[in-house]
């Protein structure tokens, strides 16, 4: 048994329990984003910077969601909207590009509170409507998507919107927008790869996220259209606010000293 216990958490900072969280609100976040579209993620990240380092956190969480969105891309893809993809494509790597040379100079305290206060953003602010975009649009959604997500990681919210407002009917949009944040969250491994952070030691435990981050998604997808989202809104955002607070006090106490 303790063979085992050591093969899954051996090298990384987490214990059984931890292993055992991540694992679970995995499952959960995938399950909510399949099935509303976004908001599976930010929990995901939330929860994930109770137990992990920023500096990993952030690859760790990247790994998490391009397998959550890559499979809910693949099981919906006769719904994507192709035609916005290349121009969010090249604006992705651009964006990546300029963020990893940043990223590595912030200090853990000070990734905190950025982290506590992007969730709190995304939880409370109004959520602003997108017309029309366009080719042009998605670059620039691309760009900046990129360079904020190489430092908190759950973009979704950010470019939502923009999804949204291309895509004329629901099932278009979870595809779509699973299929833009794959692209993101894929770049950004490809960026932290190359600046040296191993995956090596945290391979089980990436494993059991995307394992049951994929049965989520199924999950959702299964559930997509039927749940009320009323009642899965209000108990999301007291999750959310409750973990950003307390990431938020964490990284507050250790800049102030």
């Not at 099981?75 to 290349?86: E, K």
């Not at 975009?133 to 979704?156: C, D, S, W």
């Not at 299964?222 to 006090?249: C, D, H, Q, S, W």
């Amino acid at each position: 048994m303790d063979t085992v216990i050591e093969f899954l958490i051996g090298g990384t900072s987490l214990d059984l329990f931890g292993f055992a969280v991540l694992c679970g609100v995995s499952f959960l976040g995938s399950f909510i984003a399949g099935s509303l579209g976004l908001g599976g993620g930010v929990l995901v990240l939330a929860t994930m910077a109770s137990f992990l380092p920023p500096t990993v956190l952030i690859p760790v969480h990247g790994t998490v969601q391009m397998g959550s969105n890559l499979g809910r891309a693949v099981l919906s893809y006769r719904h994507i909207l192709t035609s916005i993809v290349p121009a969010f494509f090249v604006g992705t790597i651009i964006g990546a590009a300029i963020g990893a040379q940043l990223v590595v100079s912030l200090p853990t305290a000070v990734l905190q509170v950025v982290l506590a206060l992007f969730v709190l953003y995304a939880t409370w602010a109004p959520k602003f409507k997108a017309s029309d975009p366009g080719q042009k649009t998605f670059f620039g959604v691309g760009v900046i998507g990129a360079l904020v997500t190489m430092f908190v990681g759950a973009t979704g919210p950010l470019v939502g919107p923009f999804a949204a407002a291309a895509c004329k009917e629901r099932n278009q949009f979870v595809a779509t927008h699973a299929t833009l944040m794959t692209i993101q969250h894929g770049l950004k491994l490809v960026a932290f790869g190359l600046l040296g952070f191993s995956y090596g030691s945290y391979l089980p435990l990436l494993v059991g996220l995307l394992a049951l981050g994929f049965a989520g998604t199924y999950c959702g997808k299964l559930m997509l259209n039927r749940l009320p989202e009323k009642v899965f809104r209000i108990g999301l955002k007291a999750v959310l606010t409750v973990l950003a607070l307390r990431l938020l006090y964490v990284g507050a106490g250790k800049l102030l000293g």
